[in-house]
C-alpha cells in the first residue's frame, strides 16, 4: 500500500511538471482541469477584489480571525509532499469564511501572481476537511501564539503592491521577488506576539 501511494504521488509530482512544460494552449486547460475552475485572468481581477476585502478588515479587526493551512496542490494527489504542497489562509468572520491564497496565473515555472479568494479548490478542500472528508489532506498550520488578523493583513496587501513573480518550487529553492502559495503565506504570516523564524508546516505529516 504504501508503495503504490509512493508511486501515485511520484507520478503526480511528473506529471505537473510535465504540464509547466506544456505548450500555452494546453497548460490553460490542464490549469481549469486540475488547479482551479477561474483561469489566469479570472484571478488577477479577482485580485482587486481581495485588496478591497483587506481594508474592510483592518477597518474593524475585532469580527475576524485568520488560521493557515496546507493541503495537496491537486485533488489526485493523495498525501501532501515537500514538492507539491499548497498553503492557503481561511478568514472568518460571522457565520461565514473565505479563502486566501498566492496563486501562479498559468501552468508554467514561473508568471504574473496573485492573491485569490474563495478559489474552488481552497473552498472544497477546506469545506471537506471540516467534514472529515480529508481527500486533500488538509492540516492546520500550528503556530506558537494567535495569527494577528491585522498585522497579516497589511503583510499580504504590502505582498499585493510589490507585484512579486510567482516561482512554483520558491519554498525550496527562494529567489528574490518571487514567491509561491508557501512562501507568500509564510512571509506573511505574523502572530500575536513574535514572527515565526522558521517554516511551520510538516510535509507528509498529519
Not at 505537473?16 to 486547460?29: D, F, K, P, R, T
Not at 498550520?141 to 516561482?167: A, R
Request: aromatic content about 12%; some cysteine; hydrophobic content about 35%.
Amino acid at each position: 500500500m504504501f508503495i503504490r501511494r509512493h508511486w501515485r504521488a511520484l507520478g503526480v509530482e511528473i506529471s505537473l511538471l510535465l504540464i509547466l512544460c506544456s505548450c500555452s494552449s494546453l497548460q490553460a486547460g490542464l490549469y481549469l482541469a486540475s488547479i482551479d475552475k477561474l483561469d489566469g485572468d479570472a484571478i488577477l481581477q479577482n485580485e482587486l477584489e481581495v485588496k478591497n476585502y483587506l481594508e474592510t478588515i483592518l477597518n474593524d479587526p475585532e469580527h475576524y480571525m485568520i488560521k493557515a493551512y496546507e493541503r495537496t496542490g491537486v485533488s489526485a494527489q493523495i498525501r501532501r509532499t515537500e514538492l507539491v504542497v499548497h498553503s492557503f489562509y481561511v478568514i472568518f468572520e460571522e457565520g461565514d469564511f473565505h479563502t486566501l491564497s498566492f496563486y501562479g496565473t498559468n501552468m508554467g515555472f514561473y508568471s504574473e501572481g496573485a492573491w485569490i479568494m474563495d478559489s474552488n479548490s481552497d473552498r472544497e478542500s477546506f469545506i471537506m476537511y471540516t467534514e472529515s472528508e480529508n481527500k486533500w489532506d488538509v492540516i492546520e498550520i500550528k503556530t506558537t501564539n494567535e495569527i494577528d488578523i491585522v498585522e497579516t493583513t497589511k503583510n499580504i496587501l504590502d505582498k499585493i503592491k510589490s507585484n512579486v513573480t510567482y516561482y512554483y518550487k520558491d519554498h525550496l529553492d527562494d529567489r528574490p521577488n518571487m514567491d509561491n502559495c508557501n512562501t507568500a503565506l509564510y512571509e506573511t504570516l505574523a502572530e500575536k506576539s513574535l514572527l515565526p523564524t522558521a517554516w511551520p508546516g510538516s510535509y507528509g505529516t498529519q
